[in-house]
DNA sequence: AAATTTCCTGAATTGTGATTTAAGAACTCC
DNA sequence: GGAGTTCTTAAATCACAATTCAGGAAATTT
């Protein structure tokens, strides 16, 4: 055995992956076997999977807004901010655990009101964190908007969610790069900025 | 009895309607309530469900496509033909069973090719829609695109998308007519024309 | 290292849902 | 309106998955 509450812990992320795996209608078998362990054994951390469940979620989206976060961490320039953030924004293939999450979540949110709000406000952070870059760059003098920031880092957001979906439904032509080239076209007309991708 | 091979036409709608309403997980007993006879009769005609569902996802994605084509009938005036394809394009409310179906499919899409090849194929669609509505602008001199028209047309249908995705969980602040703003507020940058919303 | 607590397993239980089947009802055709 | 076909039901069957539980293993405490 190891360390005391230390499954607990990994159920979480087992549950995580086997939701990307499985979809919602994920199998406590499943999430045992990721876990390496018996159902039995989840049972006794999260007596009711729904719970389990929830707070996986909860935990994956947190991650993943995080993990977007982080990534801006060193960069100071307003253009480079945005095309960052929007690099993240997207997934880097079919198999992207995080947003195979989010895309399963999508379709329950319409009669699940718990997950509804999980990604509800998800997607209102992530708006506020495009308004904040936005901002900086009009403060900074490098952009000029043509609209609203709320309807730009709204729209940003929604790109972003929509050719996720489309990456996991395996389009043939809009992969990572494609998707990326996309959004920024968006926000160089919004912006009035070039923001160059080459990298 | 109704006439001979009623039902089975009849499943279809159930079908689709069951499945808006309970998501992928749907059951053959939910299918069945909802055409108003017993699993037994469902199965004589769809021995399996599996068939069913795809052959009521493909024939609900259709009718949803070809209600937006109709839509634009009467309608010759470019700037007003995009304004009516994105007023249809996002879902009227919450409730809307057309675009519930279609998002409790997206997260399938990851797992099963068949889901994934039905949505991509609609998106390609719809994507072709709105490059012919583009180009006839341009042809017009109505429109002056800052954007090519497949990256206006596969932006426009990804913003339908996300917004459909909000709604559907019940944002409180995005409903049917900022959705459409939102939409338009991208469409009127693209394509230099002011497309006024008052109706 | 013994005692205690926490943790995990494997088998049994219970419930649910798809599928089969035999029988009967409804429709069509003549 | 009767024969034959198509359709539908209700009960039985089968498979699978969540949950419970008693027993034992592993960690922690003393």
New interface residues.
């Given amino acids: 055995m190891a360390r005391r509450g230390a499954l607990k812990a990994n159920l979480l992320v087992a549950a995580q992956r086997a939701m990307a795996?499985?979809?919602?209608?994920v199998r406590l078998n499943q999430i045992a076997s990721e876990a390496g362990v018996t159902a039995g054994a989840v049972l006794y951390h999260y007596p009711n999977m729904q719970e389990l469940l929830f707070e996986a979620n909860q935990s994956g989206m947190a991650r993943f807004h995080d993990q977007r976060l982080e990534a801006l961490a060193g960069i100071s320039d307003p253009a480079a901010r945005l095309i960052q953030t929007i690099r993240t924004g997207v997934p880097e293939g079919?198999e992207d655990p995080d947003v195979?999450l989010l895309?399963?979540?999508?379709?329950?949110?319409?009669?699940n009101?718990l997950?509804?709000l999980l990604?509800?406000s998800l997607?209102d952070r992530q708006v506020s964190m495009y308004q904040g870059i936005l901002e900086m760059g009009v403060a900074s003098g490098a952009f000029v908007l043509?609209?609203d920031t709320i309807?730009i880092a709204?729209?940003l957001?929604?790109?972003e969610?929509?050719?996720g979906?489309?990456m996991?439904?395996?389009?043939?032509t809009?992969g990572y790069d494609s998707a990326v080239e996309?959004?920024v076209?968006?926000a160089r007309?919004?912006t009035g900025h070039p923001l160059p991708l080459e990298k």
Same sequence: chains 1, 2.
Wanted: proline residues 4%; contains cysteine.
């Fill in positions: 795996e499985h979809g919602t209608s079919p195979r895309c399963a979540l999508g379709g329950e949110a319409a009669r009101n997950y509804a990604l509800t997607f043509r609209q309807t709204r729209n957001v929604a790109l969610d929509a050719y979906y489309r996991m439904a395996k389009h043939p809009l996309l959004i076209e968006y007309l919004a």
